[in-house]
């Protein structure tokens, strides 16, 4: 059981490149998040789906844009990267009935020179 | 605006003492209070939680202890091990379909063999 799974797990971009990250659970899990963690800010919602085809903004959206065309998958975009989106990224996803239980992947580095 | 703030930010203990973590909030519609433990290279996990028809939960050596009308929650970790290092995050929600956790900043717990 494999759980969450977030790939690429290691990335650097140069400033104004683009990438996706990738998340992929196989515990049907309807909602599905995406944080991002900095030293001394704990973790922060980037965005976040309740469902297969929605999204909706988190706390820290701007310079992000998401998709959930699949419910076991979520997808992170940067489209034109910048230093200040250095950190590591984080997906989790939760069942329905249990809101306070999310179950996290691995993480994600991502360096923007 | 910060609703759960979490204290201190880093704990050094020494093998077999007790490691308390502080966390204040302010949303009283609050009812679910989890606790995340994150290994380095990995992504938090949870630990503990408590509702707060209950002043204390305990599991194994994890207490959480609960006090509703000072708006304020705690993890003490008991007879702790360097297996215990991680960083600790407290967290917040109300239990209502498509609510959101809200984190504390996290604690680094460095527990000296």
């Known amino acids: 059981n494999a759980g969450v799974t977030q790939t690429p797990k290691f990335r650097v971009l140069k400033t104004g490149q683009s990438m996706t990250l990738l998340c992929a659970q196989d515990?049907?899990?309807?909602?599905m998040y995406w944080y991002r963690q900095d030293p001394g800010m704990g973790l922060r919602l980037i965005h976040y789906?309740?469902?297969?085809?929605?999204?909706a903004k988190g706390e820290v959206p701007d310079g992000y844009n998401v998709s959930r065309l699949k419910k076991q998958n979520f997808l992170l975009g940067l489209e034109s990267a910048a230093p200040s989106q250095t950190s590591v990224y984080f997906c989790?996803?939760?069942?329905?009935?249990?809101?306070?239980?999310?179950?996290f992947g691995e993480g994600s580095r991502l360096t923007v020179l | 605006q910060q609703q759960v703030k979490q204290s201190p930010q880093s704990l050094i203990v020494q093998k077999g003492g007790i490691s308390i973590i502080n966390c204040a909030y302010e949303?009283?519609?609050?009812?679910?209070f989890p606790w995340y433990q994150q290994f380095p290279g990995k992504g938090p996990a949870l630990l503990i939680a408590i509702r707060p028809d209950v002043s204390e939960k305990k599991e194994g050596r994890f207490t959480i202890s609960f006090n509703k009308s000072a708006k304020q929650f705690s993890l003490h970790i008991m007879d702790s091990q360097p297996g215990d290092s991680a960083t600790y995050f407290c967290?917040?929600?109300?239990?209502?379909?498509?609510?959101?956790?809200?984190f504390g900043e996290g604690t680094q717990l460095t527990v000296n063999p």
């Open positions: 989790a996803s939760r069942a329905l009935a249990l809101a306070g239980e999310l179950f």
């Open positions: 967290a917040a929600l109300k239990e209502t379909s498509g609510s959101r956790l809200t």
């Open positions: 515990m049907n899990h309807e909602y």
């Open positions: 789906s309740v469902g297969e085809g929605t999204t």
């Open positions: 949303n009283t519609a609050f009812d679910y």
